[in-house]
């Protein structure tokens, strides 16, 4: 249904550009964090049963306005969470599904600058490694591991950053890291560990240069391919990628994007062949792009007419391949979210015994190709065939009743043709006995509907949302009102969210 509207989370706000963190340990279910305009670590989470929770508190944890909260899910039932306190410490809590949130405590000494994010890693379930920049400026990580608990902080191979510089790790396979950063000349850097052979020497990706702190956002959208996304020093959007077969690449220009020096873009991969970027742009707007395997990079368009404060980063995630959900703290310091689903399908055979003489055929397959996609169901017309079947034309419909056919609709919704088990076919007709717009009753296996010479714009879409299983209702605004879809009052007709997720559920739309 392409992009729902933003809306306000439970009530949150927090200061102009606090990244929020989500986090989806299943995919029905997710849990967000932020700090709050008061400077206390809230949480919420939404879950497909029951919708979104009020925010909370987690264990009074307190944070530098704006400061970032790092999520991890080791597994389904487990959550890390790691921030630079109001003290400058790091610290952590965990939430766990047996005993809820434990307290917060200081992750081994370690410090760094106020508002520091904190980088986590779970290479496997029983591990976790973390990248910070420390308050002298070099970049440390330490290790948790479940026989051996929390290690001590060290420097990655002589690394340094700007204080305050967020350091993107990402884990390509359980025994490989890869750290990116924009170091303190300004270029970008990257190292590596390996099980085998430990830290490498960091070293300057293919020349790229952003302003000092900038984040560098890395995707692995399979073991052997990393993208990496940055705003350059000229506020260009620049990408690269590094796969095992050719080694890293130049850097380009995606899609002529910019953004504000320093903006964090940020990119989710729904599936192996394709990545989702999100970016605030120079003017405040929101903006997505996407790149295809088959299809390369597309134009950035603005999400839903979202807004947020320069360099407000966007929050992606996606809980299953075909569903996007999107947080971002707006312009007004609320926290907003929005989401995208896959269009769903919904194949169509018309067939012909007689024209309709009223409304044109091709008025009602658009009438309900526009009704039907504004719920996220793209109607495809799979055939259109002329029947010439004249003792039919006049179709006997009985009481048109779901479940009860008659003779003549057995034998009609017999010439199914090209169909399959799943595909609808629609027939239209000169008129039905007794005198109907239309009618939906059909045999088991045979989903079809009938229209007749006299139907309305949205009798085609009608019939065919009782073939997916909706019954009548009573309000005249509404596709499915019962009283004739003539008399239906302020077009286009309304779907309501129980009727499309009906529709959504039929094995009938895929
Ligand atoms: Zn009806």
Redesign the pocket.
């Known amino acids: 249904m392409s992009w729902h509207s933003w809306f306000n989370v439970s009530g949150g706000a927090a200061a102009l550009r606090s990244p929020i963190t989500a986090i989806a340990r299943n995919p029905n279910h997710l849990d967000l964090f932020v700090t709050g305009t008061d400077g206390r670590i809230y949480s919420t989470w939404w879950d497909a049963a029951s919708g979104w929770a009020s925010w909370f508190n987690v264990s009074g944890g307190m944070a530098a306005l704006g400061s970032p909260i790092t999520a991890v899910a080791r597994n389904p039932n487990h959550l890390d969470l790691f921030v630079t306190g109001t003290d400058g410490r790091i610290y952590s809590t965990w939430w766990d599904a047996s005993s809820g949130w434990a307290n917060w405590f200081n992750v081994s000494g370690g410090m760094a600058a106020l508002g520091s994010k904190i980088t986590a890693v779970a290479r496997n379930p029983d591990h976790l490694d973390l990248f910070v920049t420390g308050t002298d400026g070099r970049i440390y990580s330490t290790w948790w591991d479940a026989s051996s608990g929390w290690a001590n902080w060290f420097n990655v191979s002589g690394g340094m950053a700007a204080l305050g510089s967020p350091i993107e790790a990402i884990a390509r396979n359980p025994n490989h890291l890869d750290l990116f950063v924009t170091g303190t000349d300004g270029r970008i850097y990257s190292t590596w560990w390996d099980a085998s052979g430990g830290w490498a020497n960091w070293f300057n990706v293919s020349g790229g240069m952003a302003a000092l702190k900038s984040p560098i956002t890395a995707v692995a959208r399979n073991p052997n391919h990393l993208d990496l996304f940055v705003t350059g020093t000229d506020g260009r959007i620049y990408s690269t990628w590094w796969d095992a077969s050719g080694g890293w690449a130049n850097w380009f220009n995606v899609s002529g994007g910019a953004a504000a020096l320093g903006s964090e873009i940020t990119a989710v991969a729904r599936n192996p062949n394709h990545l989702d970027l999100f970016v605030t742009g120079t003017d405040g707007r929101i903006y997505s792009t996407w790149w295809d395997a088959s299809g390369g990079w597309a134009n950035w368009f603005n999400v839903s007419g979202g807004r947020a404060a320069l360099k407000s980063p966007i929050t992606p995630i996606a809980r299953f391949p075909d569903h996007l959900d999107l947080f971002v703290t707006g312009t007004d310091g609320r926290i907003y979210s929005t989401w995208w689903h896959q269009s769903e399908q919904l194949r169509v055979h018309v067939k012909v015994l007689s024209e309709p003489t009223t409304v044109a055929r091709a008025t009602m397959m658009q009438s309900m190709r526009d009704v039907y996609a504004s719920v996220g169901i793209d109607v495809v017309i799979a055939s259109e065939e002329t029947l010439n079947l004249p003792t039919l034309n006049d179709l006997d419909v009985g009481t048109c009743v779901v479940g009860s056919t008659t003779a003549e609709q057995n034998d009609l919704f017999g010439h199914r043709n090209s169909a399959g088990g799943n595909d609808i076919c629609v027939y239209f007709v000169r008129s039905t006995v007794p005198p109907l717009?239309?009618?939906?009753a059909h045999p088991a296996g045979r989903p079809s509907a009938v229209v007749t010479s006299v139907a309305s714009p949205w009798t085609m879409a009608?019939?065919c949302?009782?073939v997916l299983g909706l019954p009548?209702v009573d309000d005249p605004n509404r596709l499915?009102m019962?009283g004739g879809?003539w008399n239906i009052t302020n077009p286009p007709p309304d779907l309501i969210q129980s009727e499309i997720n009906t529709m959504l559920e039929s094995p009938l739309t895929v």
């Open positions: 717009n239309g009618c939906a009608h019939e949302g009782h009548h499915m019962g879809t």
